[in-house]
């Protein structure tokens, strides 16, 4: 495959990357937040008003279907591929107006909403057996899990993961290692926490900048933590916020899963 990270800038409108340290960057006209992959040359991201393919090598995009295009007061967020080719996205409010957001899921060509009355969505990723989703609310201050069918499809309610209210913490993006185990950014800690298949603290790695915003695996054996981090809410940012981490060695994740568009 490409080798290649990708990573978003949702209030510069941008896609960013690097590759043979060269960075790169493409400008859009709307908020841009998440994106999975479709092919090596294409990923699927969501916007504020729709999810559209976008070809890396000649920066053309292609409409697939609108998402929340009617509403100017929202915008997607975090968002990951489940192991069907399912496309999860949170959306929410510019301002994160409460219960603004839900969270979909687009699957075979159709956009179903899972989860509604969301005011932050993050932490978007799933079981390494395939059983189980994870999302969060940042607000509420808890990761929660929900079970899911064969189809990748939510079964019963969704229950509490970790709560972190008790050490004031707010979940943001997250992701799961091959062992299980999900990597939370949290908001104002400076840290991306580590959790056990049943939600006990193991382990954190910590960064210089106070806003972490989402972890992912990468490099050739995916033992690369790579850590995004974000300078809104900070008066004044410090050099070191806004900028990209990276951990090495601490676990080894799992491969993305790839979009499925269509039947």
């Not at 490409?2 to 060269?22: A, V």
């Not at 999810?51 to 609108?66: E, K, N, Q, V, W």
């Not at 219960?99 to 932050?120: H, P, S, W």
């Not at 990209?244 to 979009?259: D, I, M, N």
Request: charged fraction near 20%; proline fraction near 3%.
């Amino acid at each position: 495959m490409r080798q290649q990270l990708f990573w978003f800038d949702i209030l510069g409108k941008q896609l960013l990357s690097q590759k043979d340290g060269q960075n790169l960057s493409w400008q859009f006209d709307e908020h841009v937040s998440c994106a999975g992959w479709i092919d090596v040359n294409s990923l699927l991201i969501a916007s504020e008003t729709q999810l559209f393919c976008f070809d890396l090598t000649t920066g053309t995009s292609r409409h697939i279907i609108a998402l929340e295009a009617d509403d100017a007061m929202t915008r997607s967020n975090d968002g990951r591929v489940d192991p069907w080719g399912g496309f999860w996205i949170g959306t929410m409010g510019k301002s994160a107006q409460a219960n603004a957001g839900k969270i979909y899921r687009f699957y075979q060509g159709e956009l179903i909403v899972l989860f509604d009355t969301i005011t932050i969505p993050n932490a978007i990723c799933f079981s390494t057996d395939h059983k189980t989703a994870y999302f969060a609310d940042t607000p509420t201050q808890k990761i929660m899990k929900q079970a899911l069918d064969a189809q990748g499809w939510p079964v019963g309610a969704a229950a509490v993961f970790v709560d972190l209210a008790a050490e004031n913490l707010f979940p943001d993006g997250a992701v799961v290692d091959d062992q299980g185990h999900l990597w939370n950014a949290q908001w104002g800690a400076g840290r991306v926490a580590r959790y056990d298949r049943q939600g006990a603290f193991m382990s954190a790695i910590t960064c210089p900048a106070a806003h972490t915003t989402c972890p992912a695996f990468g490099g050739s054996d995916l033992t690369q933590l790579f850590i995004t981090t974000a300078t809104q809410d900070l008066d004044p940012p410090q050099a070191h916020d806004g900028q990209l981490y990276v951990a090495e060695r601490h676990a080894k994740g799992q491969t993305e899963h790839r979009v499925k568009l269509e039947r």
